[in-house]
């Protein structure tokens, strides 16, 4: 799901950007820069004008130079856009909304549609079906505010681990799902905290993960950012390479929406993320007196978080990092029991030092 955010509390960041000239330069550098030995590859950002705080830092972006138009993509698929609450509107605006716009930059593509973030399924493979150009990541620009209203900076991967099959999600993607988590996820909130305590934004603005929870589908690796950003020379923040660098990759289990243990070990320590599973995505049901057997989809959910994971991080070391402290005893027991019969190793903070 995406938490109802508003856009005040995102706007208030961008004006504190000013107020502070927050420089632009790291994220410019994290954004979309691809090795020489991948200049096929592009970076695909996404936008939606349904959303102020994804389409004002979109705009931002854009206000840069060396931006062209781009392709039009062809028509949106319009199950999604009437599983929305703008379904009511007239077929002259349904017509409008199905133009989806796109802008290139070097090897970065950014493309604006009309209909809610998580609803627009497959961007990045409707893409290289458009243009024949390989599509090496996905960020998506969305919206954040918590139910405390606390102005957030959040990075996450994305996915619906914790539904059975034939259950429609509420908030986009399918049943069961997991994306590909995008390798920058760590290497990004890393930087964002570090640029926030610059500017004295902390501690007003939690700079934070949050949990695997929402669509929409895609097939590269992907996440979710609330922050605007930009282009530009420097060396790119969270290319995952095997063979240099520490290898471990944090699988987040258990804990709140926004993860915080999880968090902790992330940002002090030069590790990689991957699925985040928080407790909601971990239904799990207390056996019967007299049965063994825990029922829920939670098992569903750890396989497909640790195969998403393990995809993007190839020759990365998987370690699940528990919230021992949001398990009851059953239930860290049936986990870790399991966990070891998948062969996935188990880490404590110390062990991703």
Known sequence: MVLKTS????????????????????????????????LEMVTLIVATTYDPASINPAAALLAMPGWTTGPTLPPVK???FFSSPRSCLNPLIVGFLQNIKSFTNQQTRL????VSIVKEDDLDSRWEEATGEVVDEVIFLSRHTAASNRPALTVHPIGVLHLKEGESPPHGGKAGWAALPSPRIGPWLRLLKKMAEAH????EFEITLEGTHHGPIT???TMFLEIGLGLGGGEAVGNWNSETGKRKVLLGIGGGHYAPRHVDVVLKDDIWVGHLLSGY???????????NHIGGTWRQSIQAAFEATKASFPGGEILAHLDQK????????????????????????????
């Open 281 to 291: 995505s971990l239904p799990m049901e207390e056996a019967k007196p007299g049965e």
């Open 111 to 114: 493309i604006q549609h009309d």
């Open 219 to 221: 097939n590269k690796p």
């Open 200 to 203: 004295s934004l902390v501690p």
């Open 78 to 80: 319009l199950r999604s």
């Open 326 to 353: 949001s398990f009851k005893g059953w239930q860290k027991k049936a986990i870790t029991e399991f966990l070891a019969e998948q062969n996935i190793n188990v880490g404590r903070p110390n062990d991703f030092t």
């Open 7 to 38: 856009s005040r509390n995102f706007i208030r960041f961008v004006h504190l950007h000013k107020q502070t000239q927050l420089s632009p330069q790291p994220l410019i550098n994290a954004t979309c820069r691809v090795p020489f030995s991948k």
